[in-house]
């Protein structure tokens, strides 16, 4: 069992940069693959980043690839999102996932096994 915390969203204006954090507790983070996922109202949850267990792959989506990273420190249970260059369609409930999978081309939500609440980003134009 694994629980994930998410931080750091909020309201911003477009164009800045943002982190976003995971906080794992329980079963240590680096037995998972993590990802990010986002859900803008009325859309489906769809995938951002993930990461595989130590760090060495990432895989991003289309819509964010060349303006985000994705991180983890291990030591820390902590895994990170850094978005740059918001736009307003980024604006979305940014939920953590640990999944038990290898790697880390992991886009699907079924793929994953645990969630965090969410933290909202609203990008304003």
């Known amino acids: 069992q694994v629980q994930l915390v998410e931080s750091g969203g909020g309201l911003v204006q477009a164009g800045v940069s943002l982190r976003l954090s995971c906080a794992a507790s329980?079963?240590?983070?680096?037995?998972?693959?993590m990802g990010w996922f986002r859900q803008a109202p009325g859309k489906e949850r769809e995938f951002v980043a993930a990461i595989s267990r130590g760090g060495a792959g990432t895989y991003y989506a289309d819509s964010v690839k060349g303006r985000s990273t994705i991180s983890r420190d291990n030591a820390k249970n902590t895994v990170y999102l850094q978005l740059n260059s918001l736009k307003p369609e980024d604006t979305a409930v940014y939920y953590c996932?640990?999944?038990?999978?290898?790697?880390?081309?992991?886009?699907?939500?079924?793929?994953?096994?645990?969630w965090g609440q969410g933290t909202q980003v609203t990008v304003s134009s």
């Open positions: 996932a640990a999944t038990s999978r290898y790697g880390s081309r992991i886009t699907r939500t079924l793929d994953y096994d645990y």
């Open positions: 329980g079963r240590t983070s680096s037995s998972y693959a």
